[in-house]
């Protein structure tokens, strides 16, 4: 049987031409826009191409020179089938374009098989030489000039995407800010609160008034490394991160980790595995900072690993550069996000639903900014973090291995502050 193409956005001509041709024993395929005619066309290689003028993403003109820039439709017939007649601009343009025919609605239902045929069989439409060359230059300038106008439109959207975006930054920063100053008079007077005679007492006696009092402050810990993280990735997407470079214990620094998460460890039965000695003593790095990035990666770690889980630290070192790994036995990341991952307010696990307010709960907490921040704390200081996971599979634990390269002596830039 043979194939044929019709590319047009009118509904009825797209029925009424595959039914008047399916009864002559031609398929037709339909494409309601140019881009997705186009992309049929290149899977199928119809016989024939009707193509409608006015489209609402591409001209008929510019699907024809798009076919015949490829070597399949070099003796493909492209007809036009339009309601504009060959007294428009258009025509001459199409034919300089490489159109083979010109077929005028309304469609002629007893007529149009006989047309086809007849443009299957070989028949082309008859243009002189002048025509012909007066039609391919004004397409040429057509196009450039269409061209020209699409990228004035793109650079004005690129500016105010740009602008969008600084405003973005600034309103993230201001807002931060505007939590942090509550939350640091809410944290002094929970602290006054729970020294008061009183309520220490009733605290001392009655298990529910502690644990409320844990839960207040647990609260307010967690709103505050959540305004922090936020402050963090500021800086870091607007380029304002200062590091206070200084000799650096990082075996003191990994221990410390380490042991932030005991509790959670316990209660999920999960190990971590580490040679503290593997990590050098000293370098020069920004403590603080740093620490940051093991607290992200080990929690990172410790959420998408299932409970009895492992979690292994390793390191390597010369006396130029410090590489570190942190491998998880859990659930894996798909290839396809390993480049995203580092992205601010980019989770992970994909599952919006197992979201929680624990950092260390299975597939849980965190708002997609931990990662991020380690990436612009490591790149502050002249090192790299990647990801190797061959996929994400929560039944098979693939798991997941983050690698940082720093050096030991950071290279100077004036981000660094020298202690």
Same mark, same amino acid.
């Given at each position: 049987?043979?194939?044929?193409?019709?590319?047009?956005?009118?509904?009825?001509?797209?029925?009424?031409?595959?039914?008047?041709?399916?009864?002559?024993?031609?398929?037709?395929?339909?494409?309601?826009?140019?881009?997705?005619?186009?992309?049929?066309?290149?899977?199928?290689?119809?016989?024939?191409?009707?193509?409608?003028?006015?489209?609402?993403?591409?001209?008929?003109?510019?699907?024809?020179?798009?076919?015949?820039?490829?070597?399949?439709?070099?003796?493909?017939?492209?007809?036009?089938?339009?309601?504009?007649?060959?007294?428009?601009?258009?025509?001459?343009?199409?034919?300089?374009?490489?159109?083979?025919?010109?077929?005028?609605?309304?469609?002629?239902?007893?007529?149009?098989?006989?047309?086809?045929?007849?443009?299957?069989?070989?028949?082309?439409?008859?243009?002189?030489?002048?025509?012909?060359?007066?039609?391919?230059?004004?397409?040429?300038?057509?196009?450039?000039?269409?061209?020209?106008?699409?990228?004035?439109?793109? $650079?004005?959207?690129?500016? $105010?995407?740009?602008?969008?975006?600084?405003?973005?930054?600034?309103?993230?920063?201001?807002?931060?800010?505007?939590?942090?100053?509550?939350?640091?008079?809410?944290?002094?007077?929970?602290?006054?609160?729970?020294?008061?005679?009183?309520?220490?007492?009733?605290?001392?006696?009655?298990?529910?008034?502690?644990?409320?009092?844990?839960?207040?402050?647990?609260?307010?810990?967690?709103?505050?490394?959540?305004?922090?993280?936020?402050?963090?990735?500021?800086?870091?997407?607007?380029?304002?991160?200062?590091?206070?470079?200084?000799?650096?214990?990082?075996?003191?620094?990994? $221990?410390?980790?380490?042991?932030?998460?005991?509790?959670?460890?316990?209660?999920?039965?999960?190990?971590?595995?580490?040679?503290?000695?593997?990590?050098?003593?000293?370098?020069?790095?920004?403590?603080?900072?740093?620490?940051?990035?093991?607290?992200?990666?080990?929690?990172?770690?410790?959420?998408?690993?299932?409970?009895?889980?492992?979690?292994?630290?390793?390191?390597?070192?010369?006396?130029?550069?410090?590489?570190?790994?942190?491998?998880?036995?859990?659930?894996?990341?798909?290839?396809?996000?390993?480049?995203?991952?580092?992205?601010?307010?980019?989770?992970?696990?994909?599952?919006?639903?197992?979201?929680?307010?624990?950092?260390?709960?299975?597939?849980?907490?965190?708002?997609?900014?931990?990662?991020?921040?380690?990436?612009?704390?490591? $790149?502050?200081?002249?090192?790299?973090?990647?990801?190797?996971?061959?996929?994400?599979?929560?039944?098979?634990?693939?798991?997941?291995?983050?690698?940082?390269?720093?050096?030991?002596?950071?290279?100077?830039?004036?981000?660094?502050?020298?202690?």
């Amino acid at each position: 049987m043979t194939t044929i193409l019709y590319i047009d956005d009118d509904p009825n001509s797209l029925r009424l031409v595959q039914r008047t041709l399916s009864a002559e024993g031609i398929e037709v395929l339909t494409a309601e826009r140019g881009l997705a005619g186009i992309d049929l066309a290149r899977r199928h290689v119809p016989a024939l191409v009707l193509v409608d003028i006015n489209l609402p993403d591409l001209t008929g003109v510019d699907i024809t020179a798009a076919l015949r820039a490829d070597e399949r439709f070099a003796a493909v017939p492209i007809v036009a089938l339009t309601a504009q007649g060959r007294d428009s601009r258009e025509w001459e343009m199409a034919f300089g374009a490489g159109l083979s025919g010109y077929i005028v609605k309304p469609i002629d239902v007893e007529a149009l098989p006989g047309q086809v045929k007849a443009y299957l069989e070989g028949a082309r439409d008859a243009v002189d030489s002048a025509a012909l060359a007066s039609g391919q230059k004004r397409y040429a300038g057509d196009v450039v000039g269409r061209l020209e106008q699409r990228i004035r439109e793109l $650079e004005g959207v690129n500016r $105010e995407l740009r602008h969008l975006d600084h405003m973005k930054d600034v309103f993230i920063e201001i807002t931060a800010h505007e939590l942090r100053t509550p939350l640091t008079v809410l944290y002094g007077y929970s602290r006054l609160f729970e020294q008061f005679p009183g309520i220490k007492s009733l605290a001392a006696a009655d298990g529910q008034v502690r644990d409320l009092l844990k839960g207040m402050d647990d609260a307010i810990a967690r709103m505050q490394r959540v305004v922090q993280e936020i402050v963090t990735v500021s800086r870091i997407m607007t380029d304002q991160i200062d590091l206070a470079l200084a000799p650096t214990n990082l075996r003191a620094l990994v $221990e410390k980790a380490v042991r932030s998460f005991d509790a959670a460890l316990a209660l999920r039965r999960l190990t971590i595995r580490y040679d503290v000695n593997d990590f050098p003593a000293a370098i020069k790095a920004d403590g603080d900072l740093l620490y940051l990035v093991l607290i992200n990666l080990l929690s990172n770690a410790i959420k998408y690993t299932p409970d009895g889980g492992r979690v292994t630290l390793n390191a390597q070192h010369t006396q130029d550069t410090l590489v570190f790994t942190v491998t998880d036995t859990g659930i894996g990341i798909d290839p396809a996000q390993h480049g995203r991952i580092f992205e601010p307010f980019h989770t992970t696990a994909g599952d919006v639903s197992r979201h929680s307010t624990s950092k260390t709960a299975y597939q849980g907490g965190g708002i997609g900014l931990g990662l991020a921040i380690c990436k612009g704390i490591i $790149e502050a200081h002249g090192g790299q973090i990647s990801v190797a996971s061959p996929g994400h599979d929560p039944e098979a634990l693939p798991g997941s291995t983050f690698t940082v390269t720093l050096p030991i002596n950071p290279p100077y830039t004036q981000r660094i502050k020298q202690v």
